[in-house]
């Protein structure tokens, strides 16, 4: 289950499945592009992981590991039915001290939303790190994939039109935002997907990456 803190922290991802910038067309109009494809990022709070020893210290002298996710690399097969996408990313690691070689396991999640609200889906892996001896640096790779209804992700066409359409200058609409329409913003809203990925943490360790 998500927390209310991770919750909120995915709220403010506000990733919208049209693209901000338009593409000019030959005849020099606009228009905005869409993607079935779900976007892919890291919620806040969630691209970083404190342990500390004792585990209930939070004293800066008591960190022990520190991790973070970065290079997240996506693919996707849309068009297709299903569609299956796939993120790949690295976790990088440093310790406090350069001691003997030690594992440090780490859980991440993988999660689908909907409208940027509705979980669809949850999957939670594990990365190692290995730190070798007298290395204070270790790094892992990681993956998450998601599979998506085509019907889900696809705009209705009198929708997918408005959107879509060419736009001149010249057109008395040009300046229009066809998001403004709040119609349009909630069916572009139920097409959106997002696949995101975060370290798997403790509402304590929410709270510490939140107010630090």
Do not use: W
């Amino acid at each position: 289950m998500l927390t209310p803190v991770l919750l909120g922290a995915i709220a403010t991802v506000s990733l919208s499945a049209c693209s901000s910038a338009g593409e000019f067309d030959e005849t020099g109009g606009v228009r905005i592009t869409r993607s079935a494809c779900p976007a892919v990022a890291v919620p806040t709070y969630t691209g970083d992981v404190t342990l500390f020893d004792p585990p209930a210290s939070r004293d800066a002298r008591a960190i022990d590991v520190t991790a973070t996710i970065t290079n997240l690399k996506s693919t996707c097969t849309g068009p297709t039915d299903p569609i299956r996408s796939t993120v790949s990313f690295d976790i990088l690691g440093r310790r406090a001290t350069a001691g003997p070689a030690r594992d440090v396991t780490l859980a991440y999640f993988a999660t689908v939303i909907r409208g940027g609200t509705v979980i669809v889906s949850k999957q939670v892996n594990q990365a190692v790190l290995h730190f070798a001896d007298g290395q204070l640096r270790a790094s892992a790779s990681g993956s998450a994939g998601a599979t998506i209804s085509a019907a889900a992700a696809t705009l209705p066409p009198e929708v997918l039109k408005k959107v879509t359409r060419r736009r001149k200058p010249t057109d008395a609409d040009a300046s229009i935002d066809p998001m403004s329409d709040p119609v349009t913003r909630a069916a572009v809203q139920r097409a959106s997907f997002e696949l995101l990925v975060g370290f798997q943490l403790t509402q304590d360790q929410l709270r510490y990456n939140a107010t630090r």
